[in-house]
């Protein structure tokens, strides 16, 4: 089947199997291997990228529904080298590890935001429920995100956001 | 060149390896693509225990893209058997480990077939046509009856299920007393049977290998956490000759373990791409990744805990069955006997037994898994305090307390054989018990108690300790383990003043060039954006261990601090010669040497320059500055700490809910407290998980029921809290940074202290032990099973 699909701002037109899922598609076809595969049951996040603005799991997906559509992936994010908000926020927080569910978790991220630019902890966990992180314990990526809520909410650059590792105390009682 | 004068060392800065991490341009093994490469897919096994009498793959030859089908028979001559490098006892029993299977299968999801194909949609097609006749044996599941005499038999040719049973007694070592003595004289006894559940480690990314034999060398690309140690494996079993290997482990998406591996895949890839002599790739499904990569944990422990009515204990005997799974993998017959160490944990007791037994089952093969027999250790330990002290009437605080060993103890010779170095159990106590407010969440279990209020409180304690920097060669190889534990690292001034750092430490997560970059700023004075740092391809890194066992810092970080040293130690005589001084006069601070009481300095930078112009050096100077270090560590590293959970559990439903969590870690000098903090957050969360989430459950047949993301529990961020961490820092004696190391601390010590917890809240109603994970139904069970099903 032809389709026709825009990726980070640049169109596309392919021949694909009607079974080629999305991700395969952004992957093996275009080069987009910013996103990444975690597993095959759709529980993990890993592929998460936007189709026509809102997220999905691109291994969900098969290439033929994005006919027509405009994916957003962590590849398109970052303008002229200058990081997305988002992006920044994961960075100074020291939300990821391995680096592997990072690119699902910004793209989830985003959606998140989008839906609620001020959530609390409580909601920044359930939003990001469908995304696996095996290093972090998501107490810095739920950090990240709500400093990253901040800052598009033009809140100002939390650059210097003092992160939990920075608060860590330090008792020197122990030192011999 | 500015120097630096703030120190690196303890700034929280935000990590190198980021950028290219949140934009996407990564280089994970899948991202590979070289020319005229083909894509393998691999038929695995249905069954756990079958003999197979004939494969056909004519069918699957005709599938439109496939290149070739090749057997286990096909491969028999030169794929070998896969290494296990740690024969524990020189009896143990080991049967050929085959990447693809020749005669049998001995766990559902071995590898029985391969497939070469244009595209990897295609030669997932054609496993589909391959047909395979198996002849079913008796599968063996069950890890005591395995143990026992008349048991079905995993490898009938060994003639038992037992690979070797290794023994430690501190009577016959010298470092104790008699424990059957102390068990005889006990005033108090406890005894306890606890299992250690199936755990799949389950990073994210999924393993991938390419292999490219094109070139005057085979290069291999793999999601590896041993890049350094799998090319001398391969070697050494395929007959490769070394030097015409070369492995690259480029982005990697976690290991925890569970890449620390020479895996059926990666050999099957190299044999295939040899043999067609085209690149290949091989990249498996998580659900391949679930059934296939190797498992951790799984023991049953029996402890016998003897003690004084004053709760001084006094001896204790552990005997472990451990299951190995089908086979023994690289380093699987190890990881109990490295708990052996641990079971002590913090305390002074006078005399201690250790017994374990290795059993094959027909099961994927276990091996190291986040912490290897540390967490296993520690958890029964800290459970059977726990029990002590509800035997006793004691404050679970105040019990270890008059157990463990003081600040001034220190350095403390162990009755399991080892020398803790340093540590101070009390501080970390107090500084956790304040975060944590224990007295004040006491005082809210009893009145939720009183009210009985359906859901009750539960305060779990966990005190650690752990031996990381793995390890002194010496001691590797008493313990028959078949390499040492050196690292080594290279240093390479460049003539405009920067500076290559290449570590044989492998980083997957961990952070390696932040670290390195801190370290080495402090210890040439260049600025931390001056340094780069290589690893992870035997090529740039020529030599190297690799990184488990929480050893990256701990030793591999002290061989770049080695190599800095002797590149200063080169810069010397050249800056004395520039400046025309004696050597003596010279001191080196902020990355100059300076003439002593005088303004007169050179930077290393210029010294580097004028290394590379090399007009004026010295008599017999070599002109450059660069050095190599290898460095054996004489001890390990005890981190130690206290970790206090609360957790609610609704007795109506057995839920369980961690309503706080505060960690203390004492893991020395600290080089970025980000990385450490992280490191910390994700261990918590990975032995919270085996306390409460996750299983590998096989049904009665061995097929893996828990195979993927959908039914093993890997927590989200809705299931875990927010961690409360605080530190004390009692500086490692052994090594000049001080540091010990904190990659396996969260796990080891969260387990025991979360099931500690729900314990806690439910002992009132009789119940006496859960099993892990403990799930609402196991929870709600317990509960209604001691209330005689009447509550
Ligand atoms: S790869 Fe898409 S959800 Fe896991
Ligand atoms: S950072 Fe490794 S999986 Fe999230």
Redesign the pocket.
């Known amino acids: 089947m032809r389709i026709t699909v825009t990726v980070d701002g640049t169109a596309y037109t392919d021949d694909v199997e009607p079974r080629l899922l999305l991700?395969h598609y952004l992957r093996d076809r275009l080069g987009k291997v910013g996103t990444?595969?975690?597993?095959?049951?759709?529980?993990?996040?890993?592929?998460?990228v936007h189709l026509n603005g809102h997220s999905v799991?691109?291994?969900?997906v098969l290439a033929v529904q994005a006919d027509g559509g405009d994916v957003l992936t962590v590849e398109g994010l970052s303008r002229n080298g200058t990081l997305h908000p988002v992006q920044q926020a994961f960075r100074d927080n020291h939300a990821l590890q391995c680096g592997y569910c990072t690119p699902g978790m910004i793209m989830q991220t985003l959606d998140l935001l989008a839906e609620e630019p001020d959530p609390d902890e409580r909601a920044v966990r359930l939003g990001l429920e469908g995304n696996l992180c095996r290093c972090t314990g998501y107490q810095n990526i739920v950090s990240a995100v709500q400093d990253a809520a901040q800052r598009l909410r033009g809140g100002g650059s939390a650059e210097s956001t003092p992160t939990e590792a920075a608060k860590s105390d330090t008792a020197p009682g122990g030192v011999r | 060149m500015t120097a630096t004068a703030e120190p690196e060392i303890g700034k929280a800065r935000t990590r190198k390896e980021d950028e290219h991490l949140v934009t996407g341009r990564t280089r994970w093994t899948d991202n590979l693509v070289l020319p005229g490469m083909q894509h393998l897919a691999i038929l695995r096994s249905p069954f756990a225990h079958a003999r197979i009498t004939g494969v056909d793959t004519a069918a699957a030859r005709e599938m439109p893209g496939v290149v070739a089908v090749l057997t286990g028979a096909d491969l028999a001559e030169e794929q070998g058997s896969l290494p296990c490098a740690w024969p524990i006892t020189p009896d143990m029993k080991s049967p050929p480990a085959p990447s693809l299977a020749v005669d049998g299968v001995n766990f559902a999801g071995e590898a029985v077939a391969v497939v070469v194909a244009r595209s990897a949609y295609e030669a997932h097609d054609a496993l589909e046509a391959i047909d395979v006749d198996y002849d079913e044996l008796p599968v063996v599941l069950d890890l005591a009856a395995a143990a026992a005499d008349g048991a079905d038999l995993v490898h009938p040719d060994l003639g038992t299920n037992v690979s070797a049973t290794w023994t430690f007694d501190s009577a016959e070592a010298g470092s104790g007393g008699d424990v059957e003595q102390a068990i005889r004289d006990a005033e108090v006894l406890v005894e306890r049977t606890f299992r250690q559940q199936r755990l799949i480690p389950a990073f994210m990314e999924p393993r991938s290998v390419v292999v490219d034999p094109t070139g005057a060398q085979i290069t291999m690309w793999s999601a590896t956490q041993i890049p350094h140690i799998l090319r001398l494996m391969l070697a050494m079993t395929l007959g490769i000759p070394e030097h015409k290997l070369r492995v690259v482990a480029p982005d990697v998406g976690g290991g925890f373990g569970g890449k620390l591996q020479v895996t059926p895949e990666e050999v099957i890839a190299l044999l295939v791409a040899r043999r067609l002599g085209k690149p290949v790739k091989y990249t498996e499904s998580?659900s391949e990744t679930m059934l296939a990569a190797h498992h951790g944990r799984d023991q049953i422990q029996k402890l016998t805990l003897a003690a004084r009515r004053d709760g001084t204990v006094t001896g204790m005997k552990v005997e472990l069955l451990a299951d190995m799974g089908a086979y023994l993998r690289l380093v699987t017959p190890g990881v109990p006997i490295l708990g052996a160490f641990m079971f002590n944990g913090i305390y002074k007791f006078p005399a201690y037994h250790f017994t374990c037994t290795n059993v094959f089952t027909t099961k994927v093969p276990t091996d190291a898994y986040r912490g290897a027999g540390r967490p296993e250790a520690t958890f029964a330990i800290e459970r059977m305090m726990d029990e002590l002290a509800t035997e006793l009437s004691l404050d679970p605080l105040e019990l270890r307390a008059r157990n463990w060993i003081t600040h001034e103890e220190f350095p403390f010779d162990t009755v399991a054989g080892l020398t803790y170095d340093s540590g101070n159990y009390e501080a970390a106590t107090a500084r956790a018990r304040e975060l944590f407010d224990y007295d004040g969440l006491r005082r809210e279990q009893s009145e939720r108690r009183e009210r009985n209020d359906p859901v009750q409180l539960g305060i779990g304690v966990s005190t650690f300790t752990e031996m990381c920097g793995l390890a002194p060669s010496r001691t590797l190889g008493a313990l028959a383990y078949g390499a040492g534990g050196w690292e080594h690292a290279a240093i390479r001034m460049l003539p405009t003043g920067k500076v290559e750092v290449v570590t044989g430490s492998s980083a997957h997560g961990q952070g390696h060039e932040t670290a390195w970059s801190q370290v080495v700023a402090d210890q040439l004075g260049v600025p931390f954006e001056d340094v780069e740092v290589l690893h992870g391809d035997t090529q740039t890194s020529p030599r190297g261990m690799d990184t488990y066992g929480s050893r990256s810092l701990a030793v591999g970080a002290i061989a770049v601090v080695k190599a800095a040293e002797k590149v200063i130690a080169k810069a010397r005589p050249i800056a004395a010669h520039l400046m025309e001084c004696a050597e003596d006069d010279l001191e080196f601070t902020a990355g100059r040497f300076r003439v002593k009481g005088t303004e007169k300095a050179v930077g290393i930078g210029d010294v580097a320059l004028a290394v590379f112009a090399a007009h004026d050096l010295p008599d017999g100077v070599e002109p450059n500055l660069d050095s190599e270090a290898t460095y054996d560590p004489e001890n390990f590293s005890f981190p130690h700490g206290t970790h206090l959970c609360a957790a609610e559990v609704d007795t109506e439903t057995g839920k369980v809910r961690i309503r706080s969590y505060v960690c203390v870690d004492d893991i020395g000098h600290v080089v970025n407290p980000l990385i450490v903090e992280g490191q910390v957050h994700g261990g918590l969360a990975q032995g919270i998980a085996q306390a409460l989430y996750e299983e590998a459950v096989y049904d009665e047949s061995g097929t893996l029921l828990s195979g993927s993301?959908a039914e093993y529990q890997v927590p989200s961020a809705a299931d875990l809290p927010t961690f409360t961490t605080g530190r004390t820092e009692t500086p490692a004696t052994g090594n000049p940074l001080g540091v010990k190391g904190v990659g396996e601390a969260g796990t080891i010590a969260s387990t025991p202290a979360v099931v500690n917890a729900v314990l806690d809240a439910v002992r009132r109603f009789g119940v006496r032990d859960i099993e892990m994970p403990c799930t609402p139904m196991r929870v709600w069970n317990a509960i209604h099973t001691a209330q005689g099903g009447a509550r």
């Open positions: 991700v990444v595969i975690g597993c095959d049951t759709g529980n993990c996040g890993a592929c998460t799991k691109s291994c969900s | 998580r993301f």
